[in-house]
């Protein structure tokens, strides 16, 4: 039985790190999976649902990393995961030091295993400029 990872993205006005009932959830907001052996070339791609979830399926066992990236939606936003520096209350994605993305920390899937709640609360700082497109780990 093959296992899978879930989560949803929502865009985190207060920048506290929990999703609040007024906090809107992503649409159609790609997210990657990567081999954490290999973070530069992504094996999954999803989008989000309505609600922000996302669901990779079908996944054998392994330790896979999770990925998303800044100014996704086309529009002039820098998406940043809460908190700045590291995982903290719903929010399950870090940004890698270059700041040019988002990845989880390695996520162990088992036989049959339903790994979820990998949620990253986003959000979009006043005054600071978006840097481009993604950085080797959010390579497809």
Not at 49 to 68: A, C, K, P, Q, S
Not at 90 to 113: H, M, R, S, Y
Not at 133 to 138: A, F, L, M, N, T
């Amino acid at each position: 039985m093959k296992g899978s990872i879930s989560g949803v993205l929502w865009l985190d006005l207060n920048d506290d790190g929990f999703r609040d009932a007024d906090e809107k959830a992503l649409f159609d907001h790609p997210v990657y999976l990567y081999q954490a052996s290999d973070v530069t070339r992504a094996i999954q791609v999803v989008k989000t649902g309505m609600g922000g979830e996302y669901t990779f399926t079908d996944l054998g066992l392994g330790i896979y990393v999770v990925g998303i990236k800044p100014n996704e939606l086309g529009i002039d936003r820098y998406l940043l995961p809460l908190p700045r520096v590291g995982t903290g209350n719903d929010n399950k994605f870090k940004v890698t030091p270059d700041w040019l993305c988002a990845i989880t920390e390695p996520l162990e899937v088992t036989e049959g295993a339903a790994v979820t709640s990998i949620d990253a609360g986003l959000r979009n700082p006043m005054g600071i400029m978006p840097l481009g497109g993604g950085g080797p780990c959010c390579s497809t």
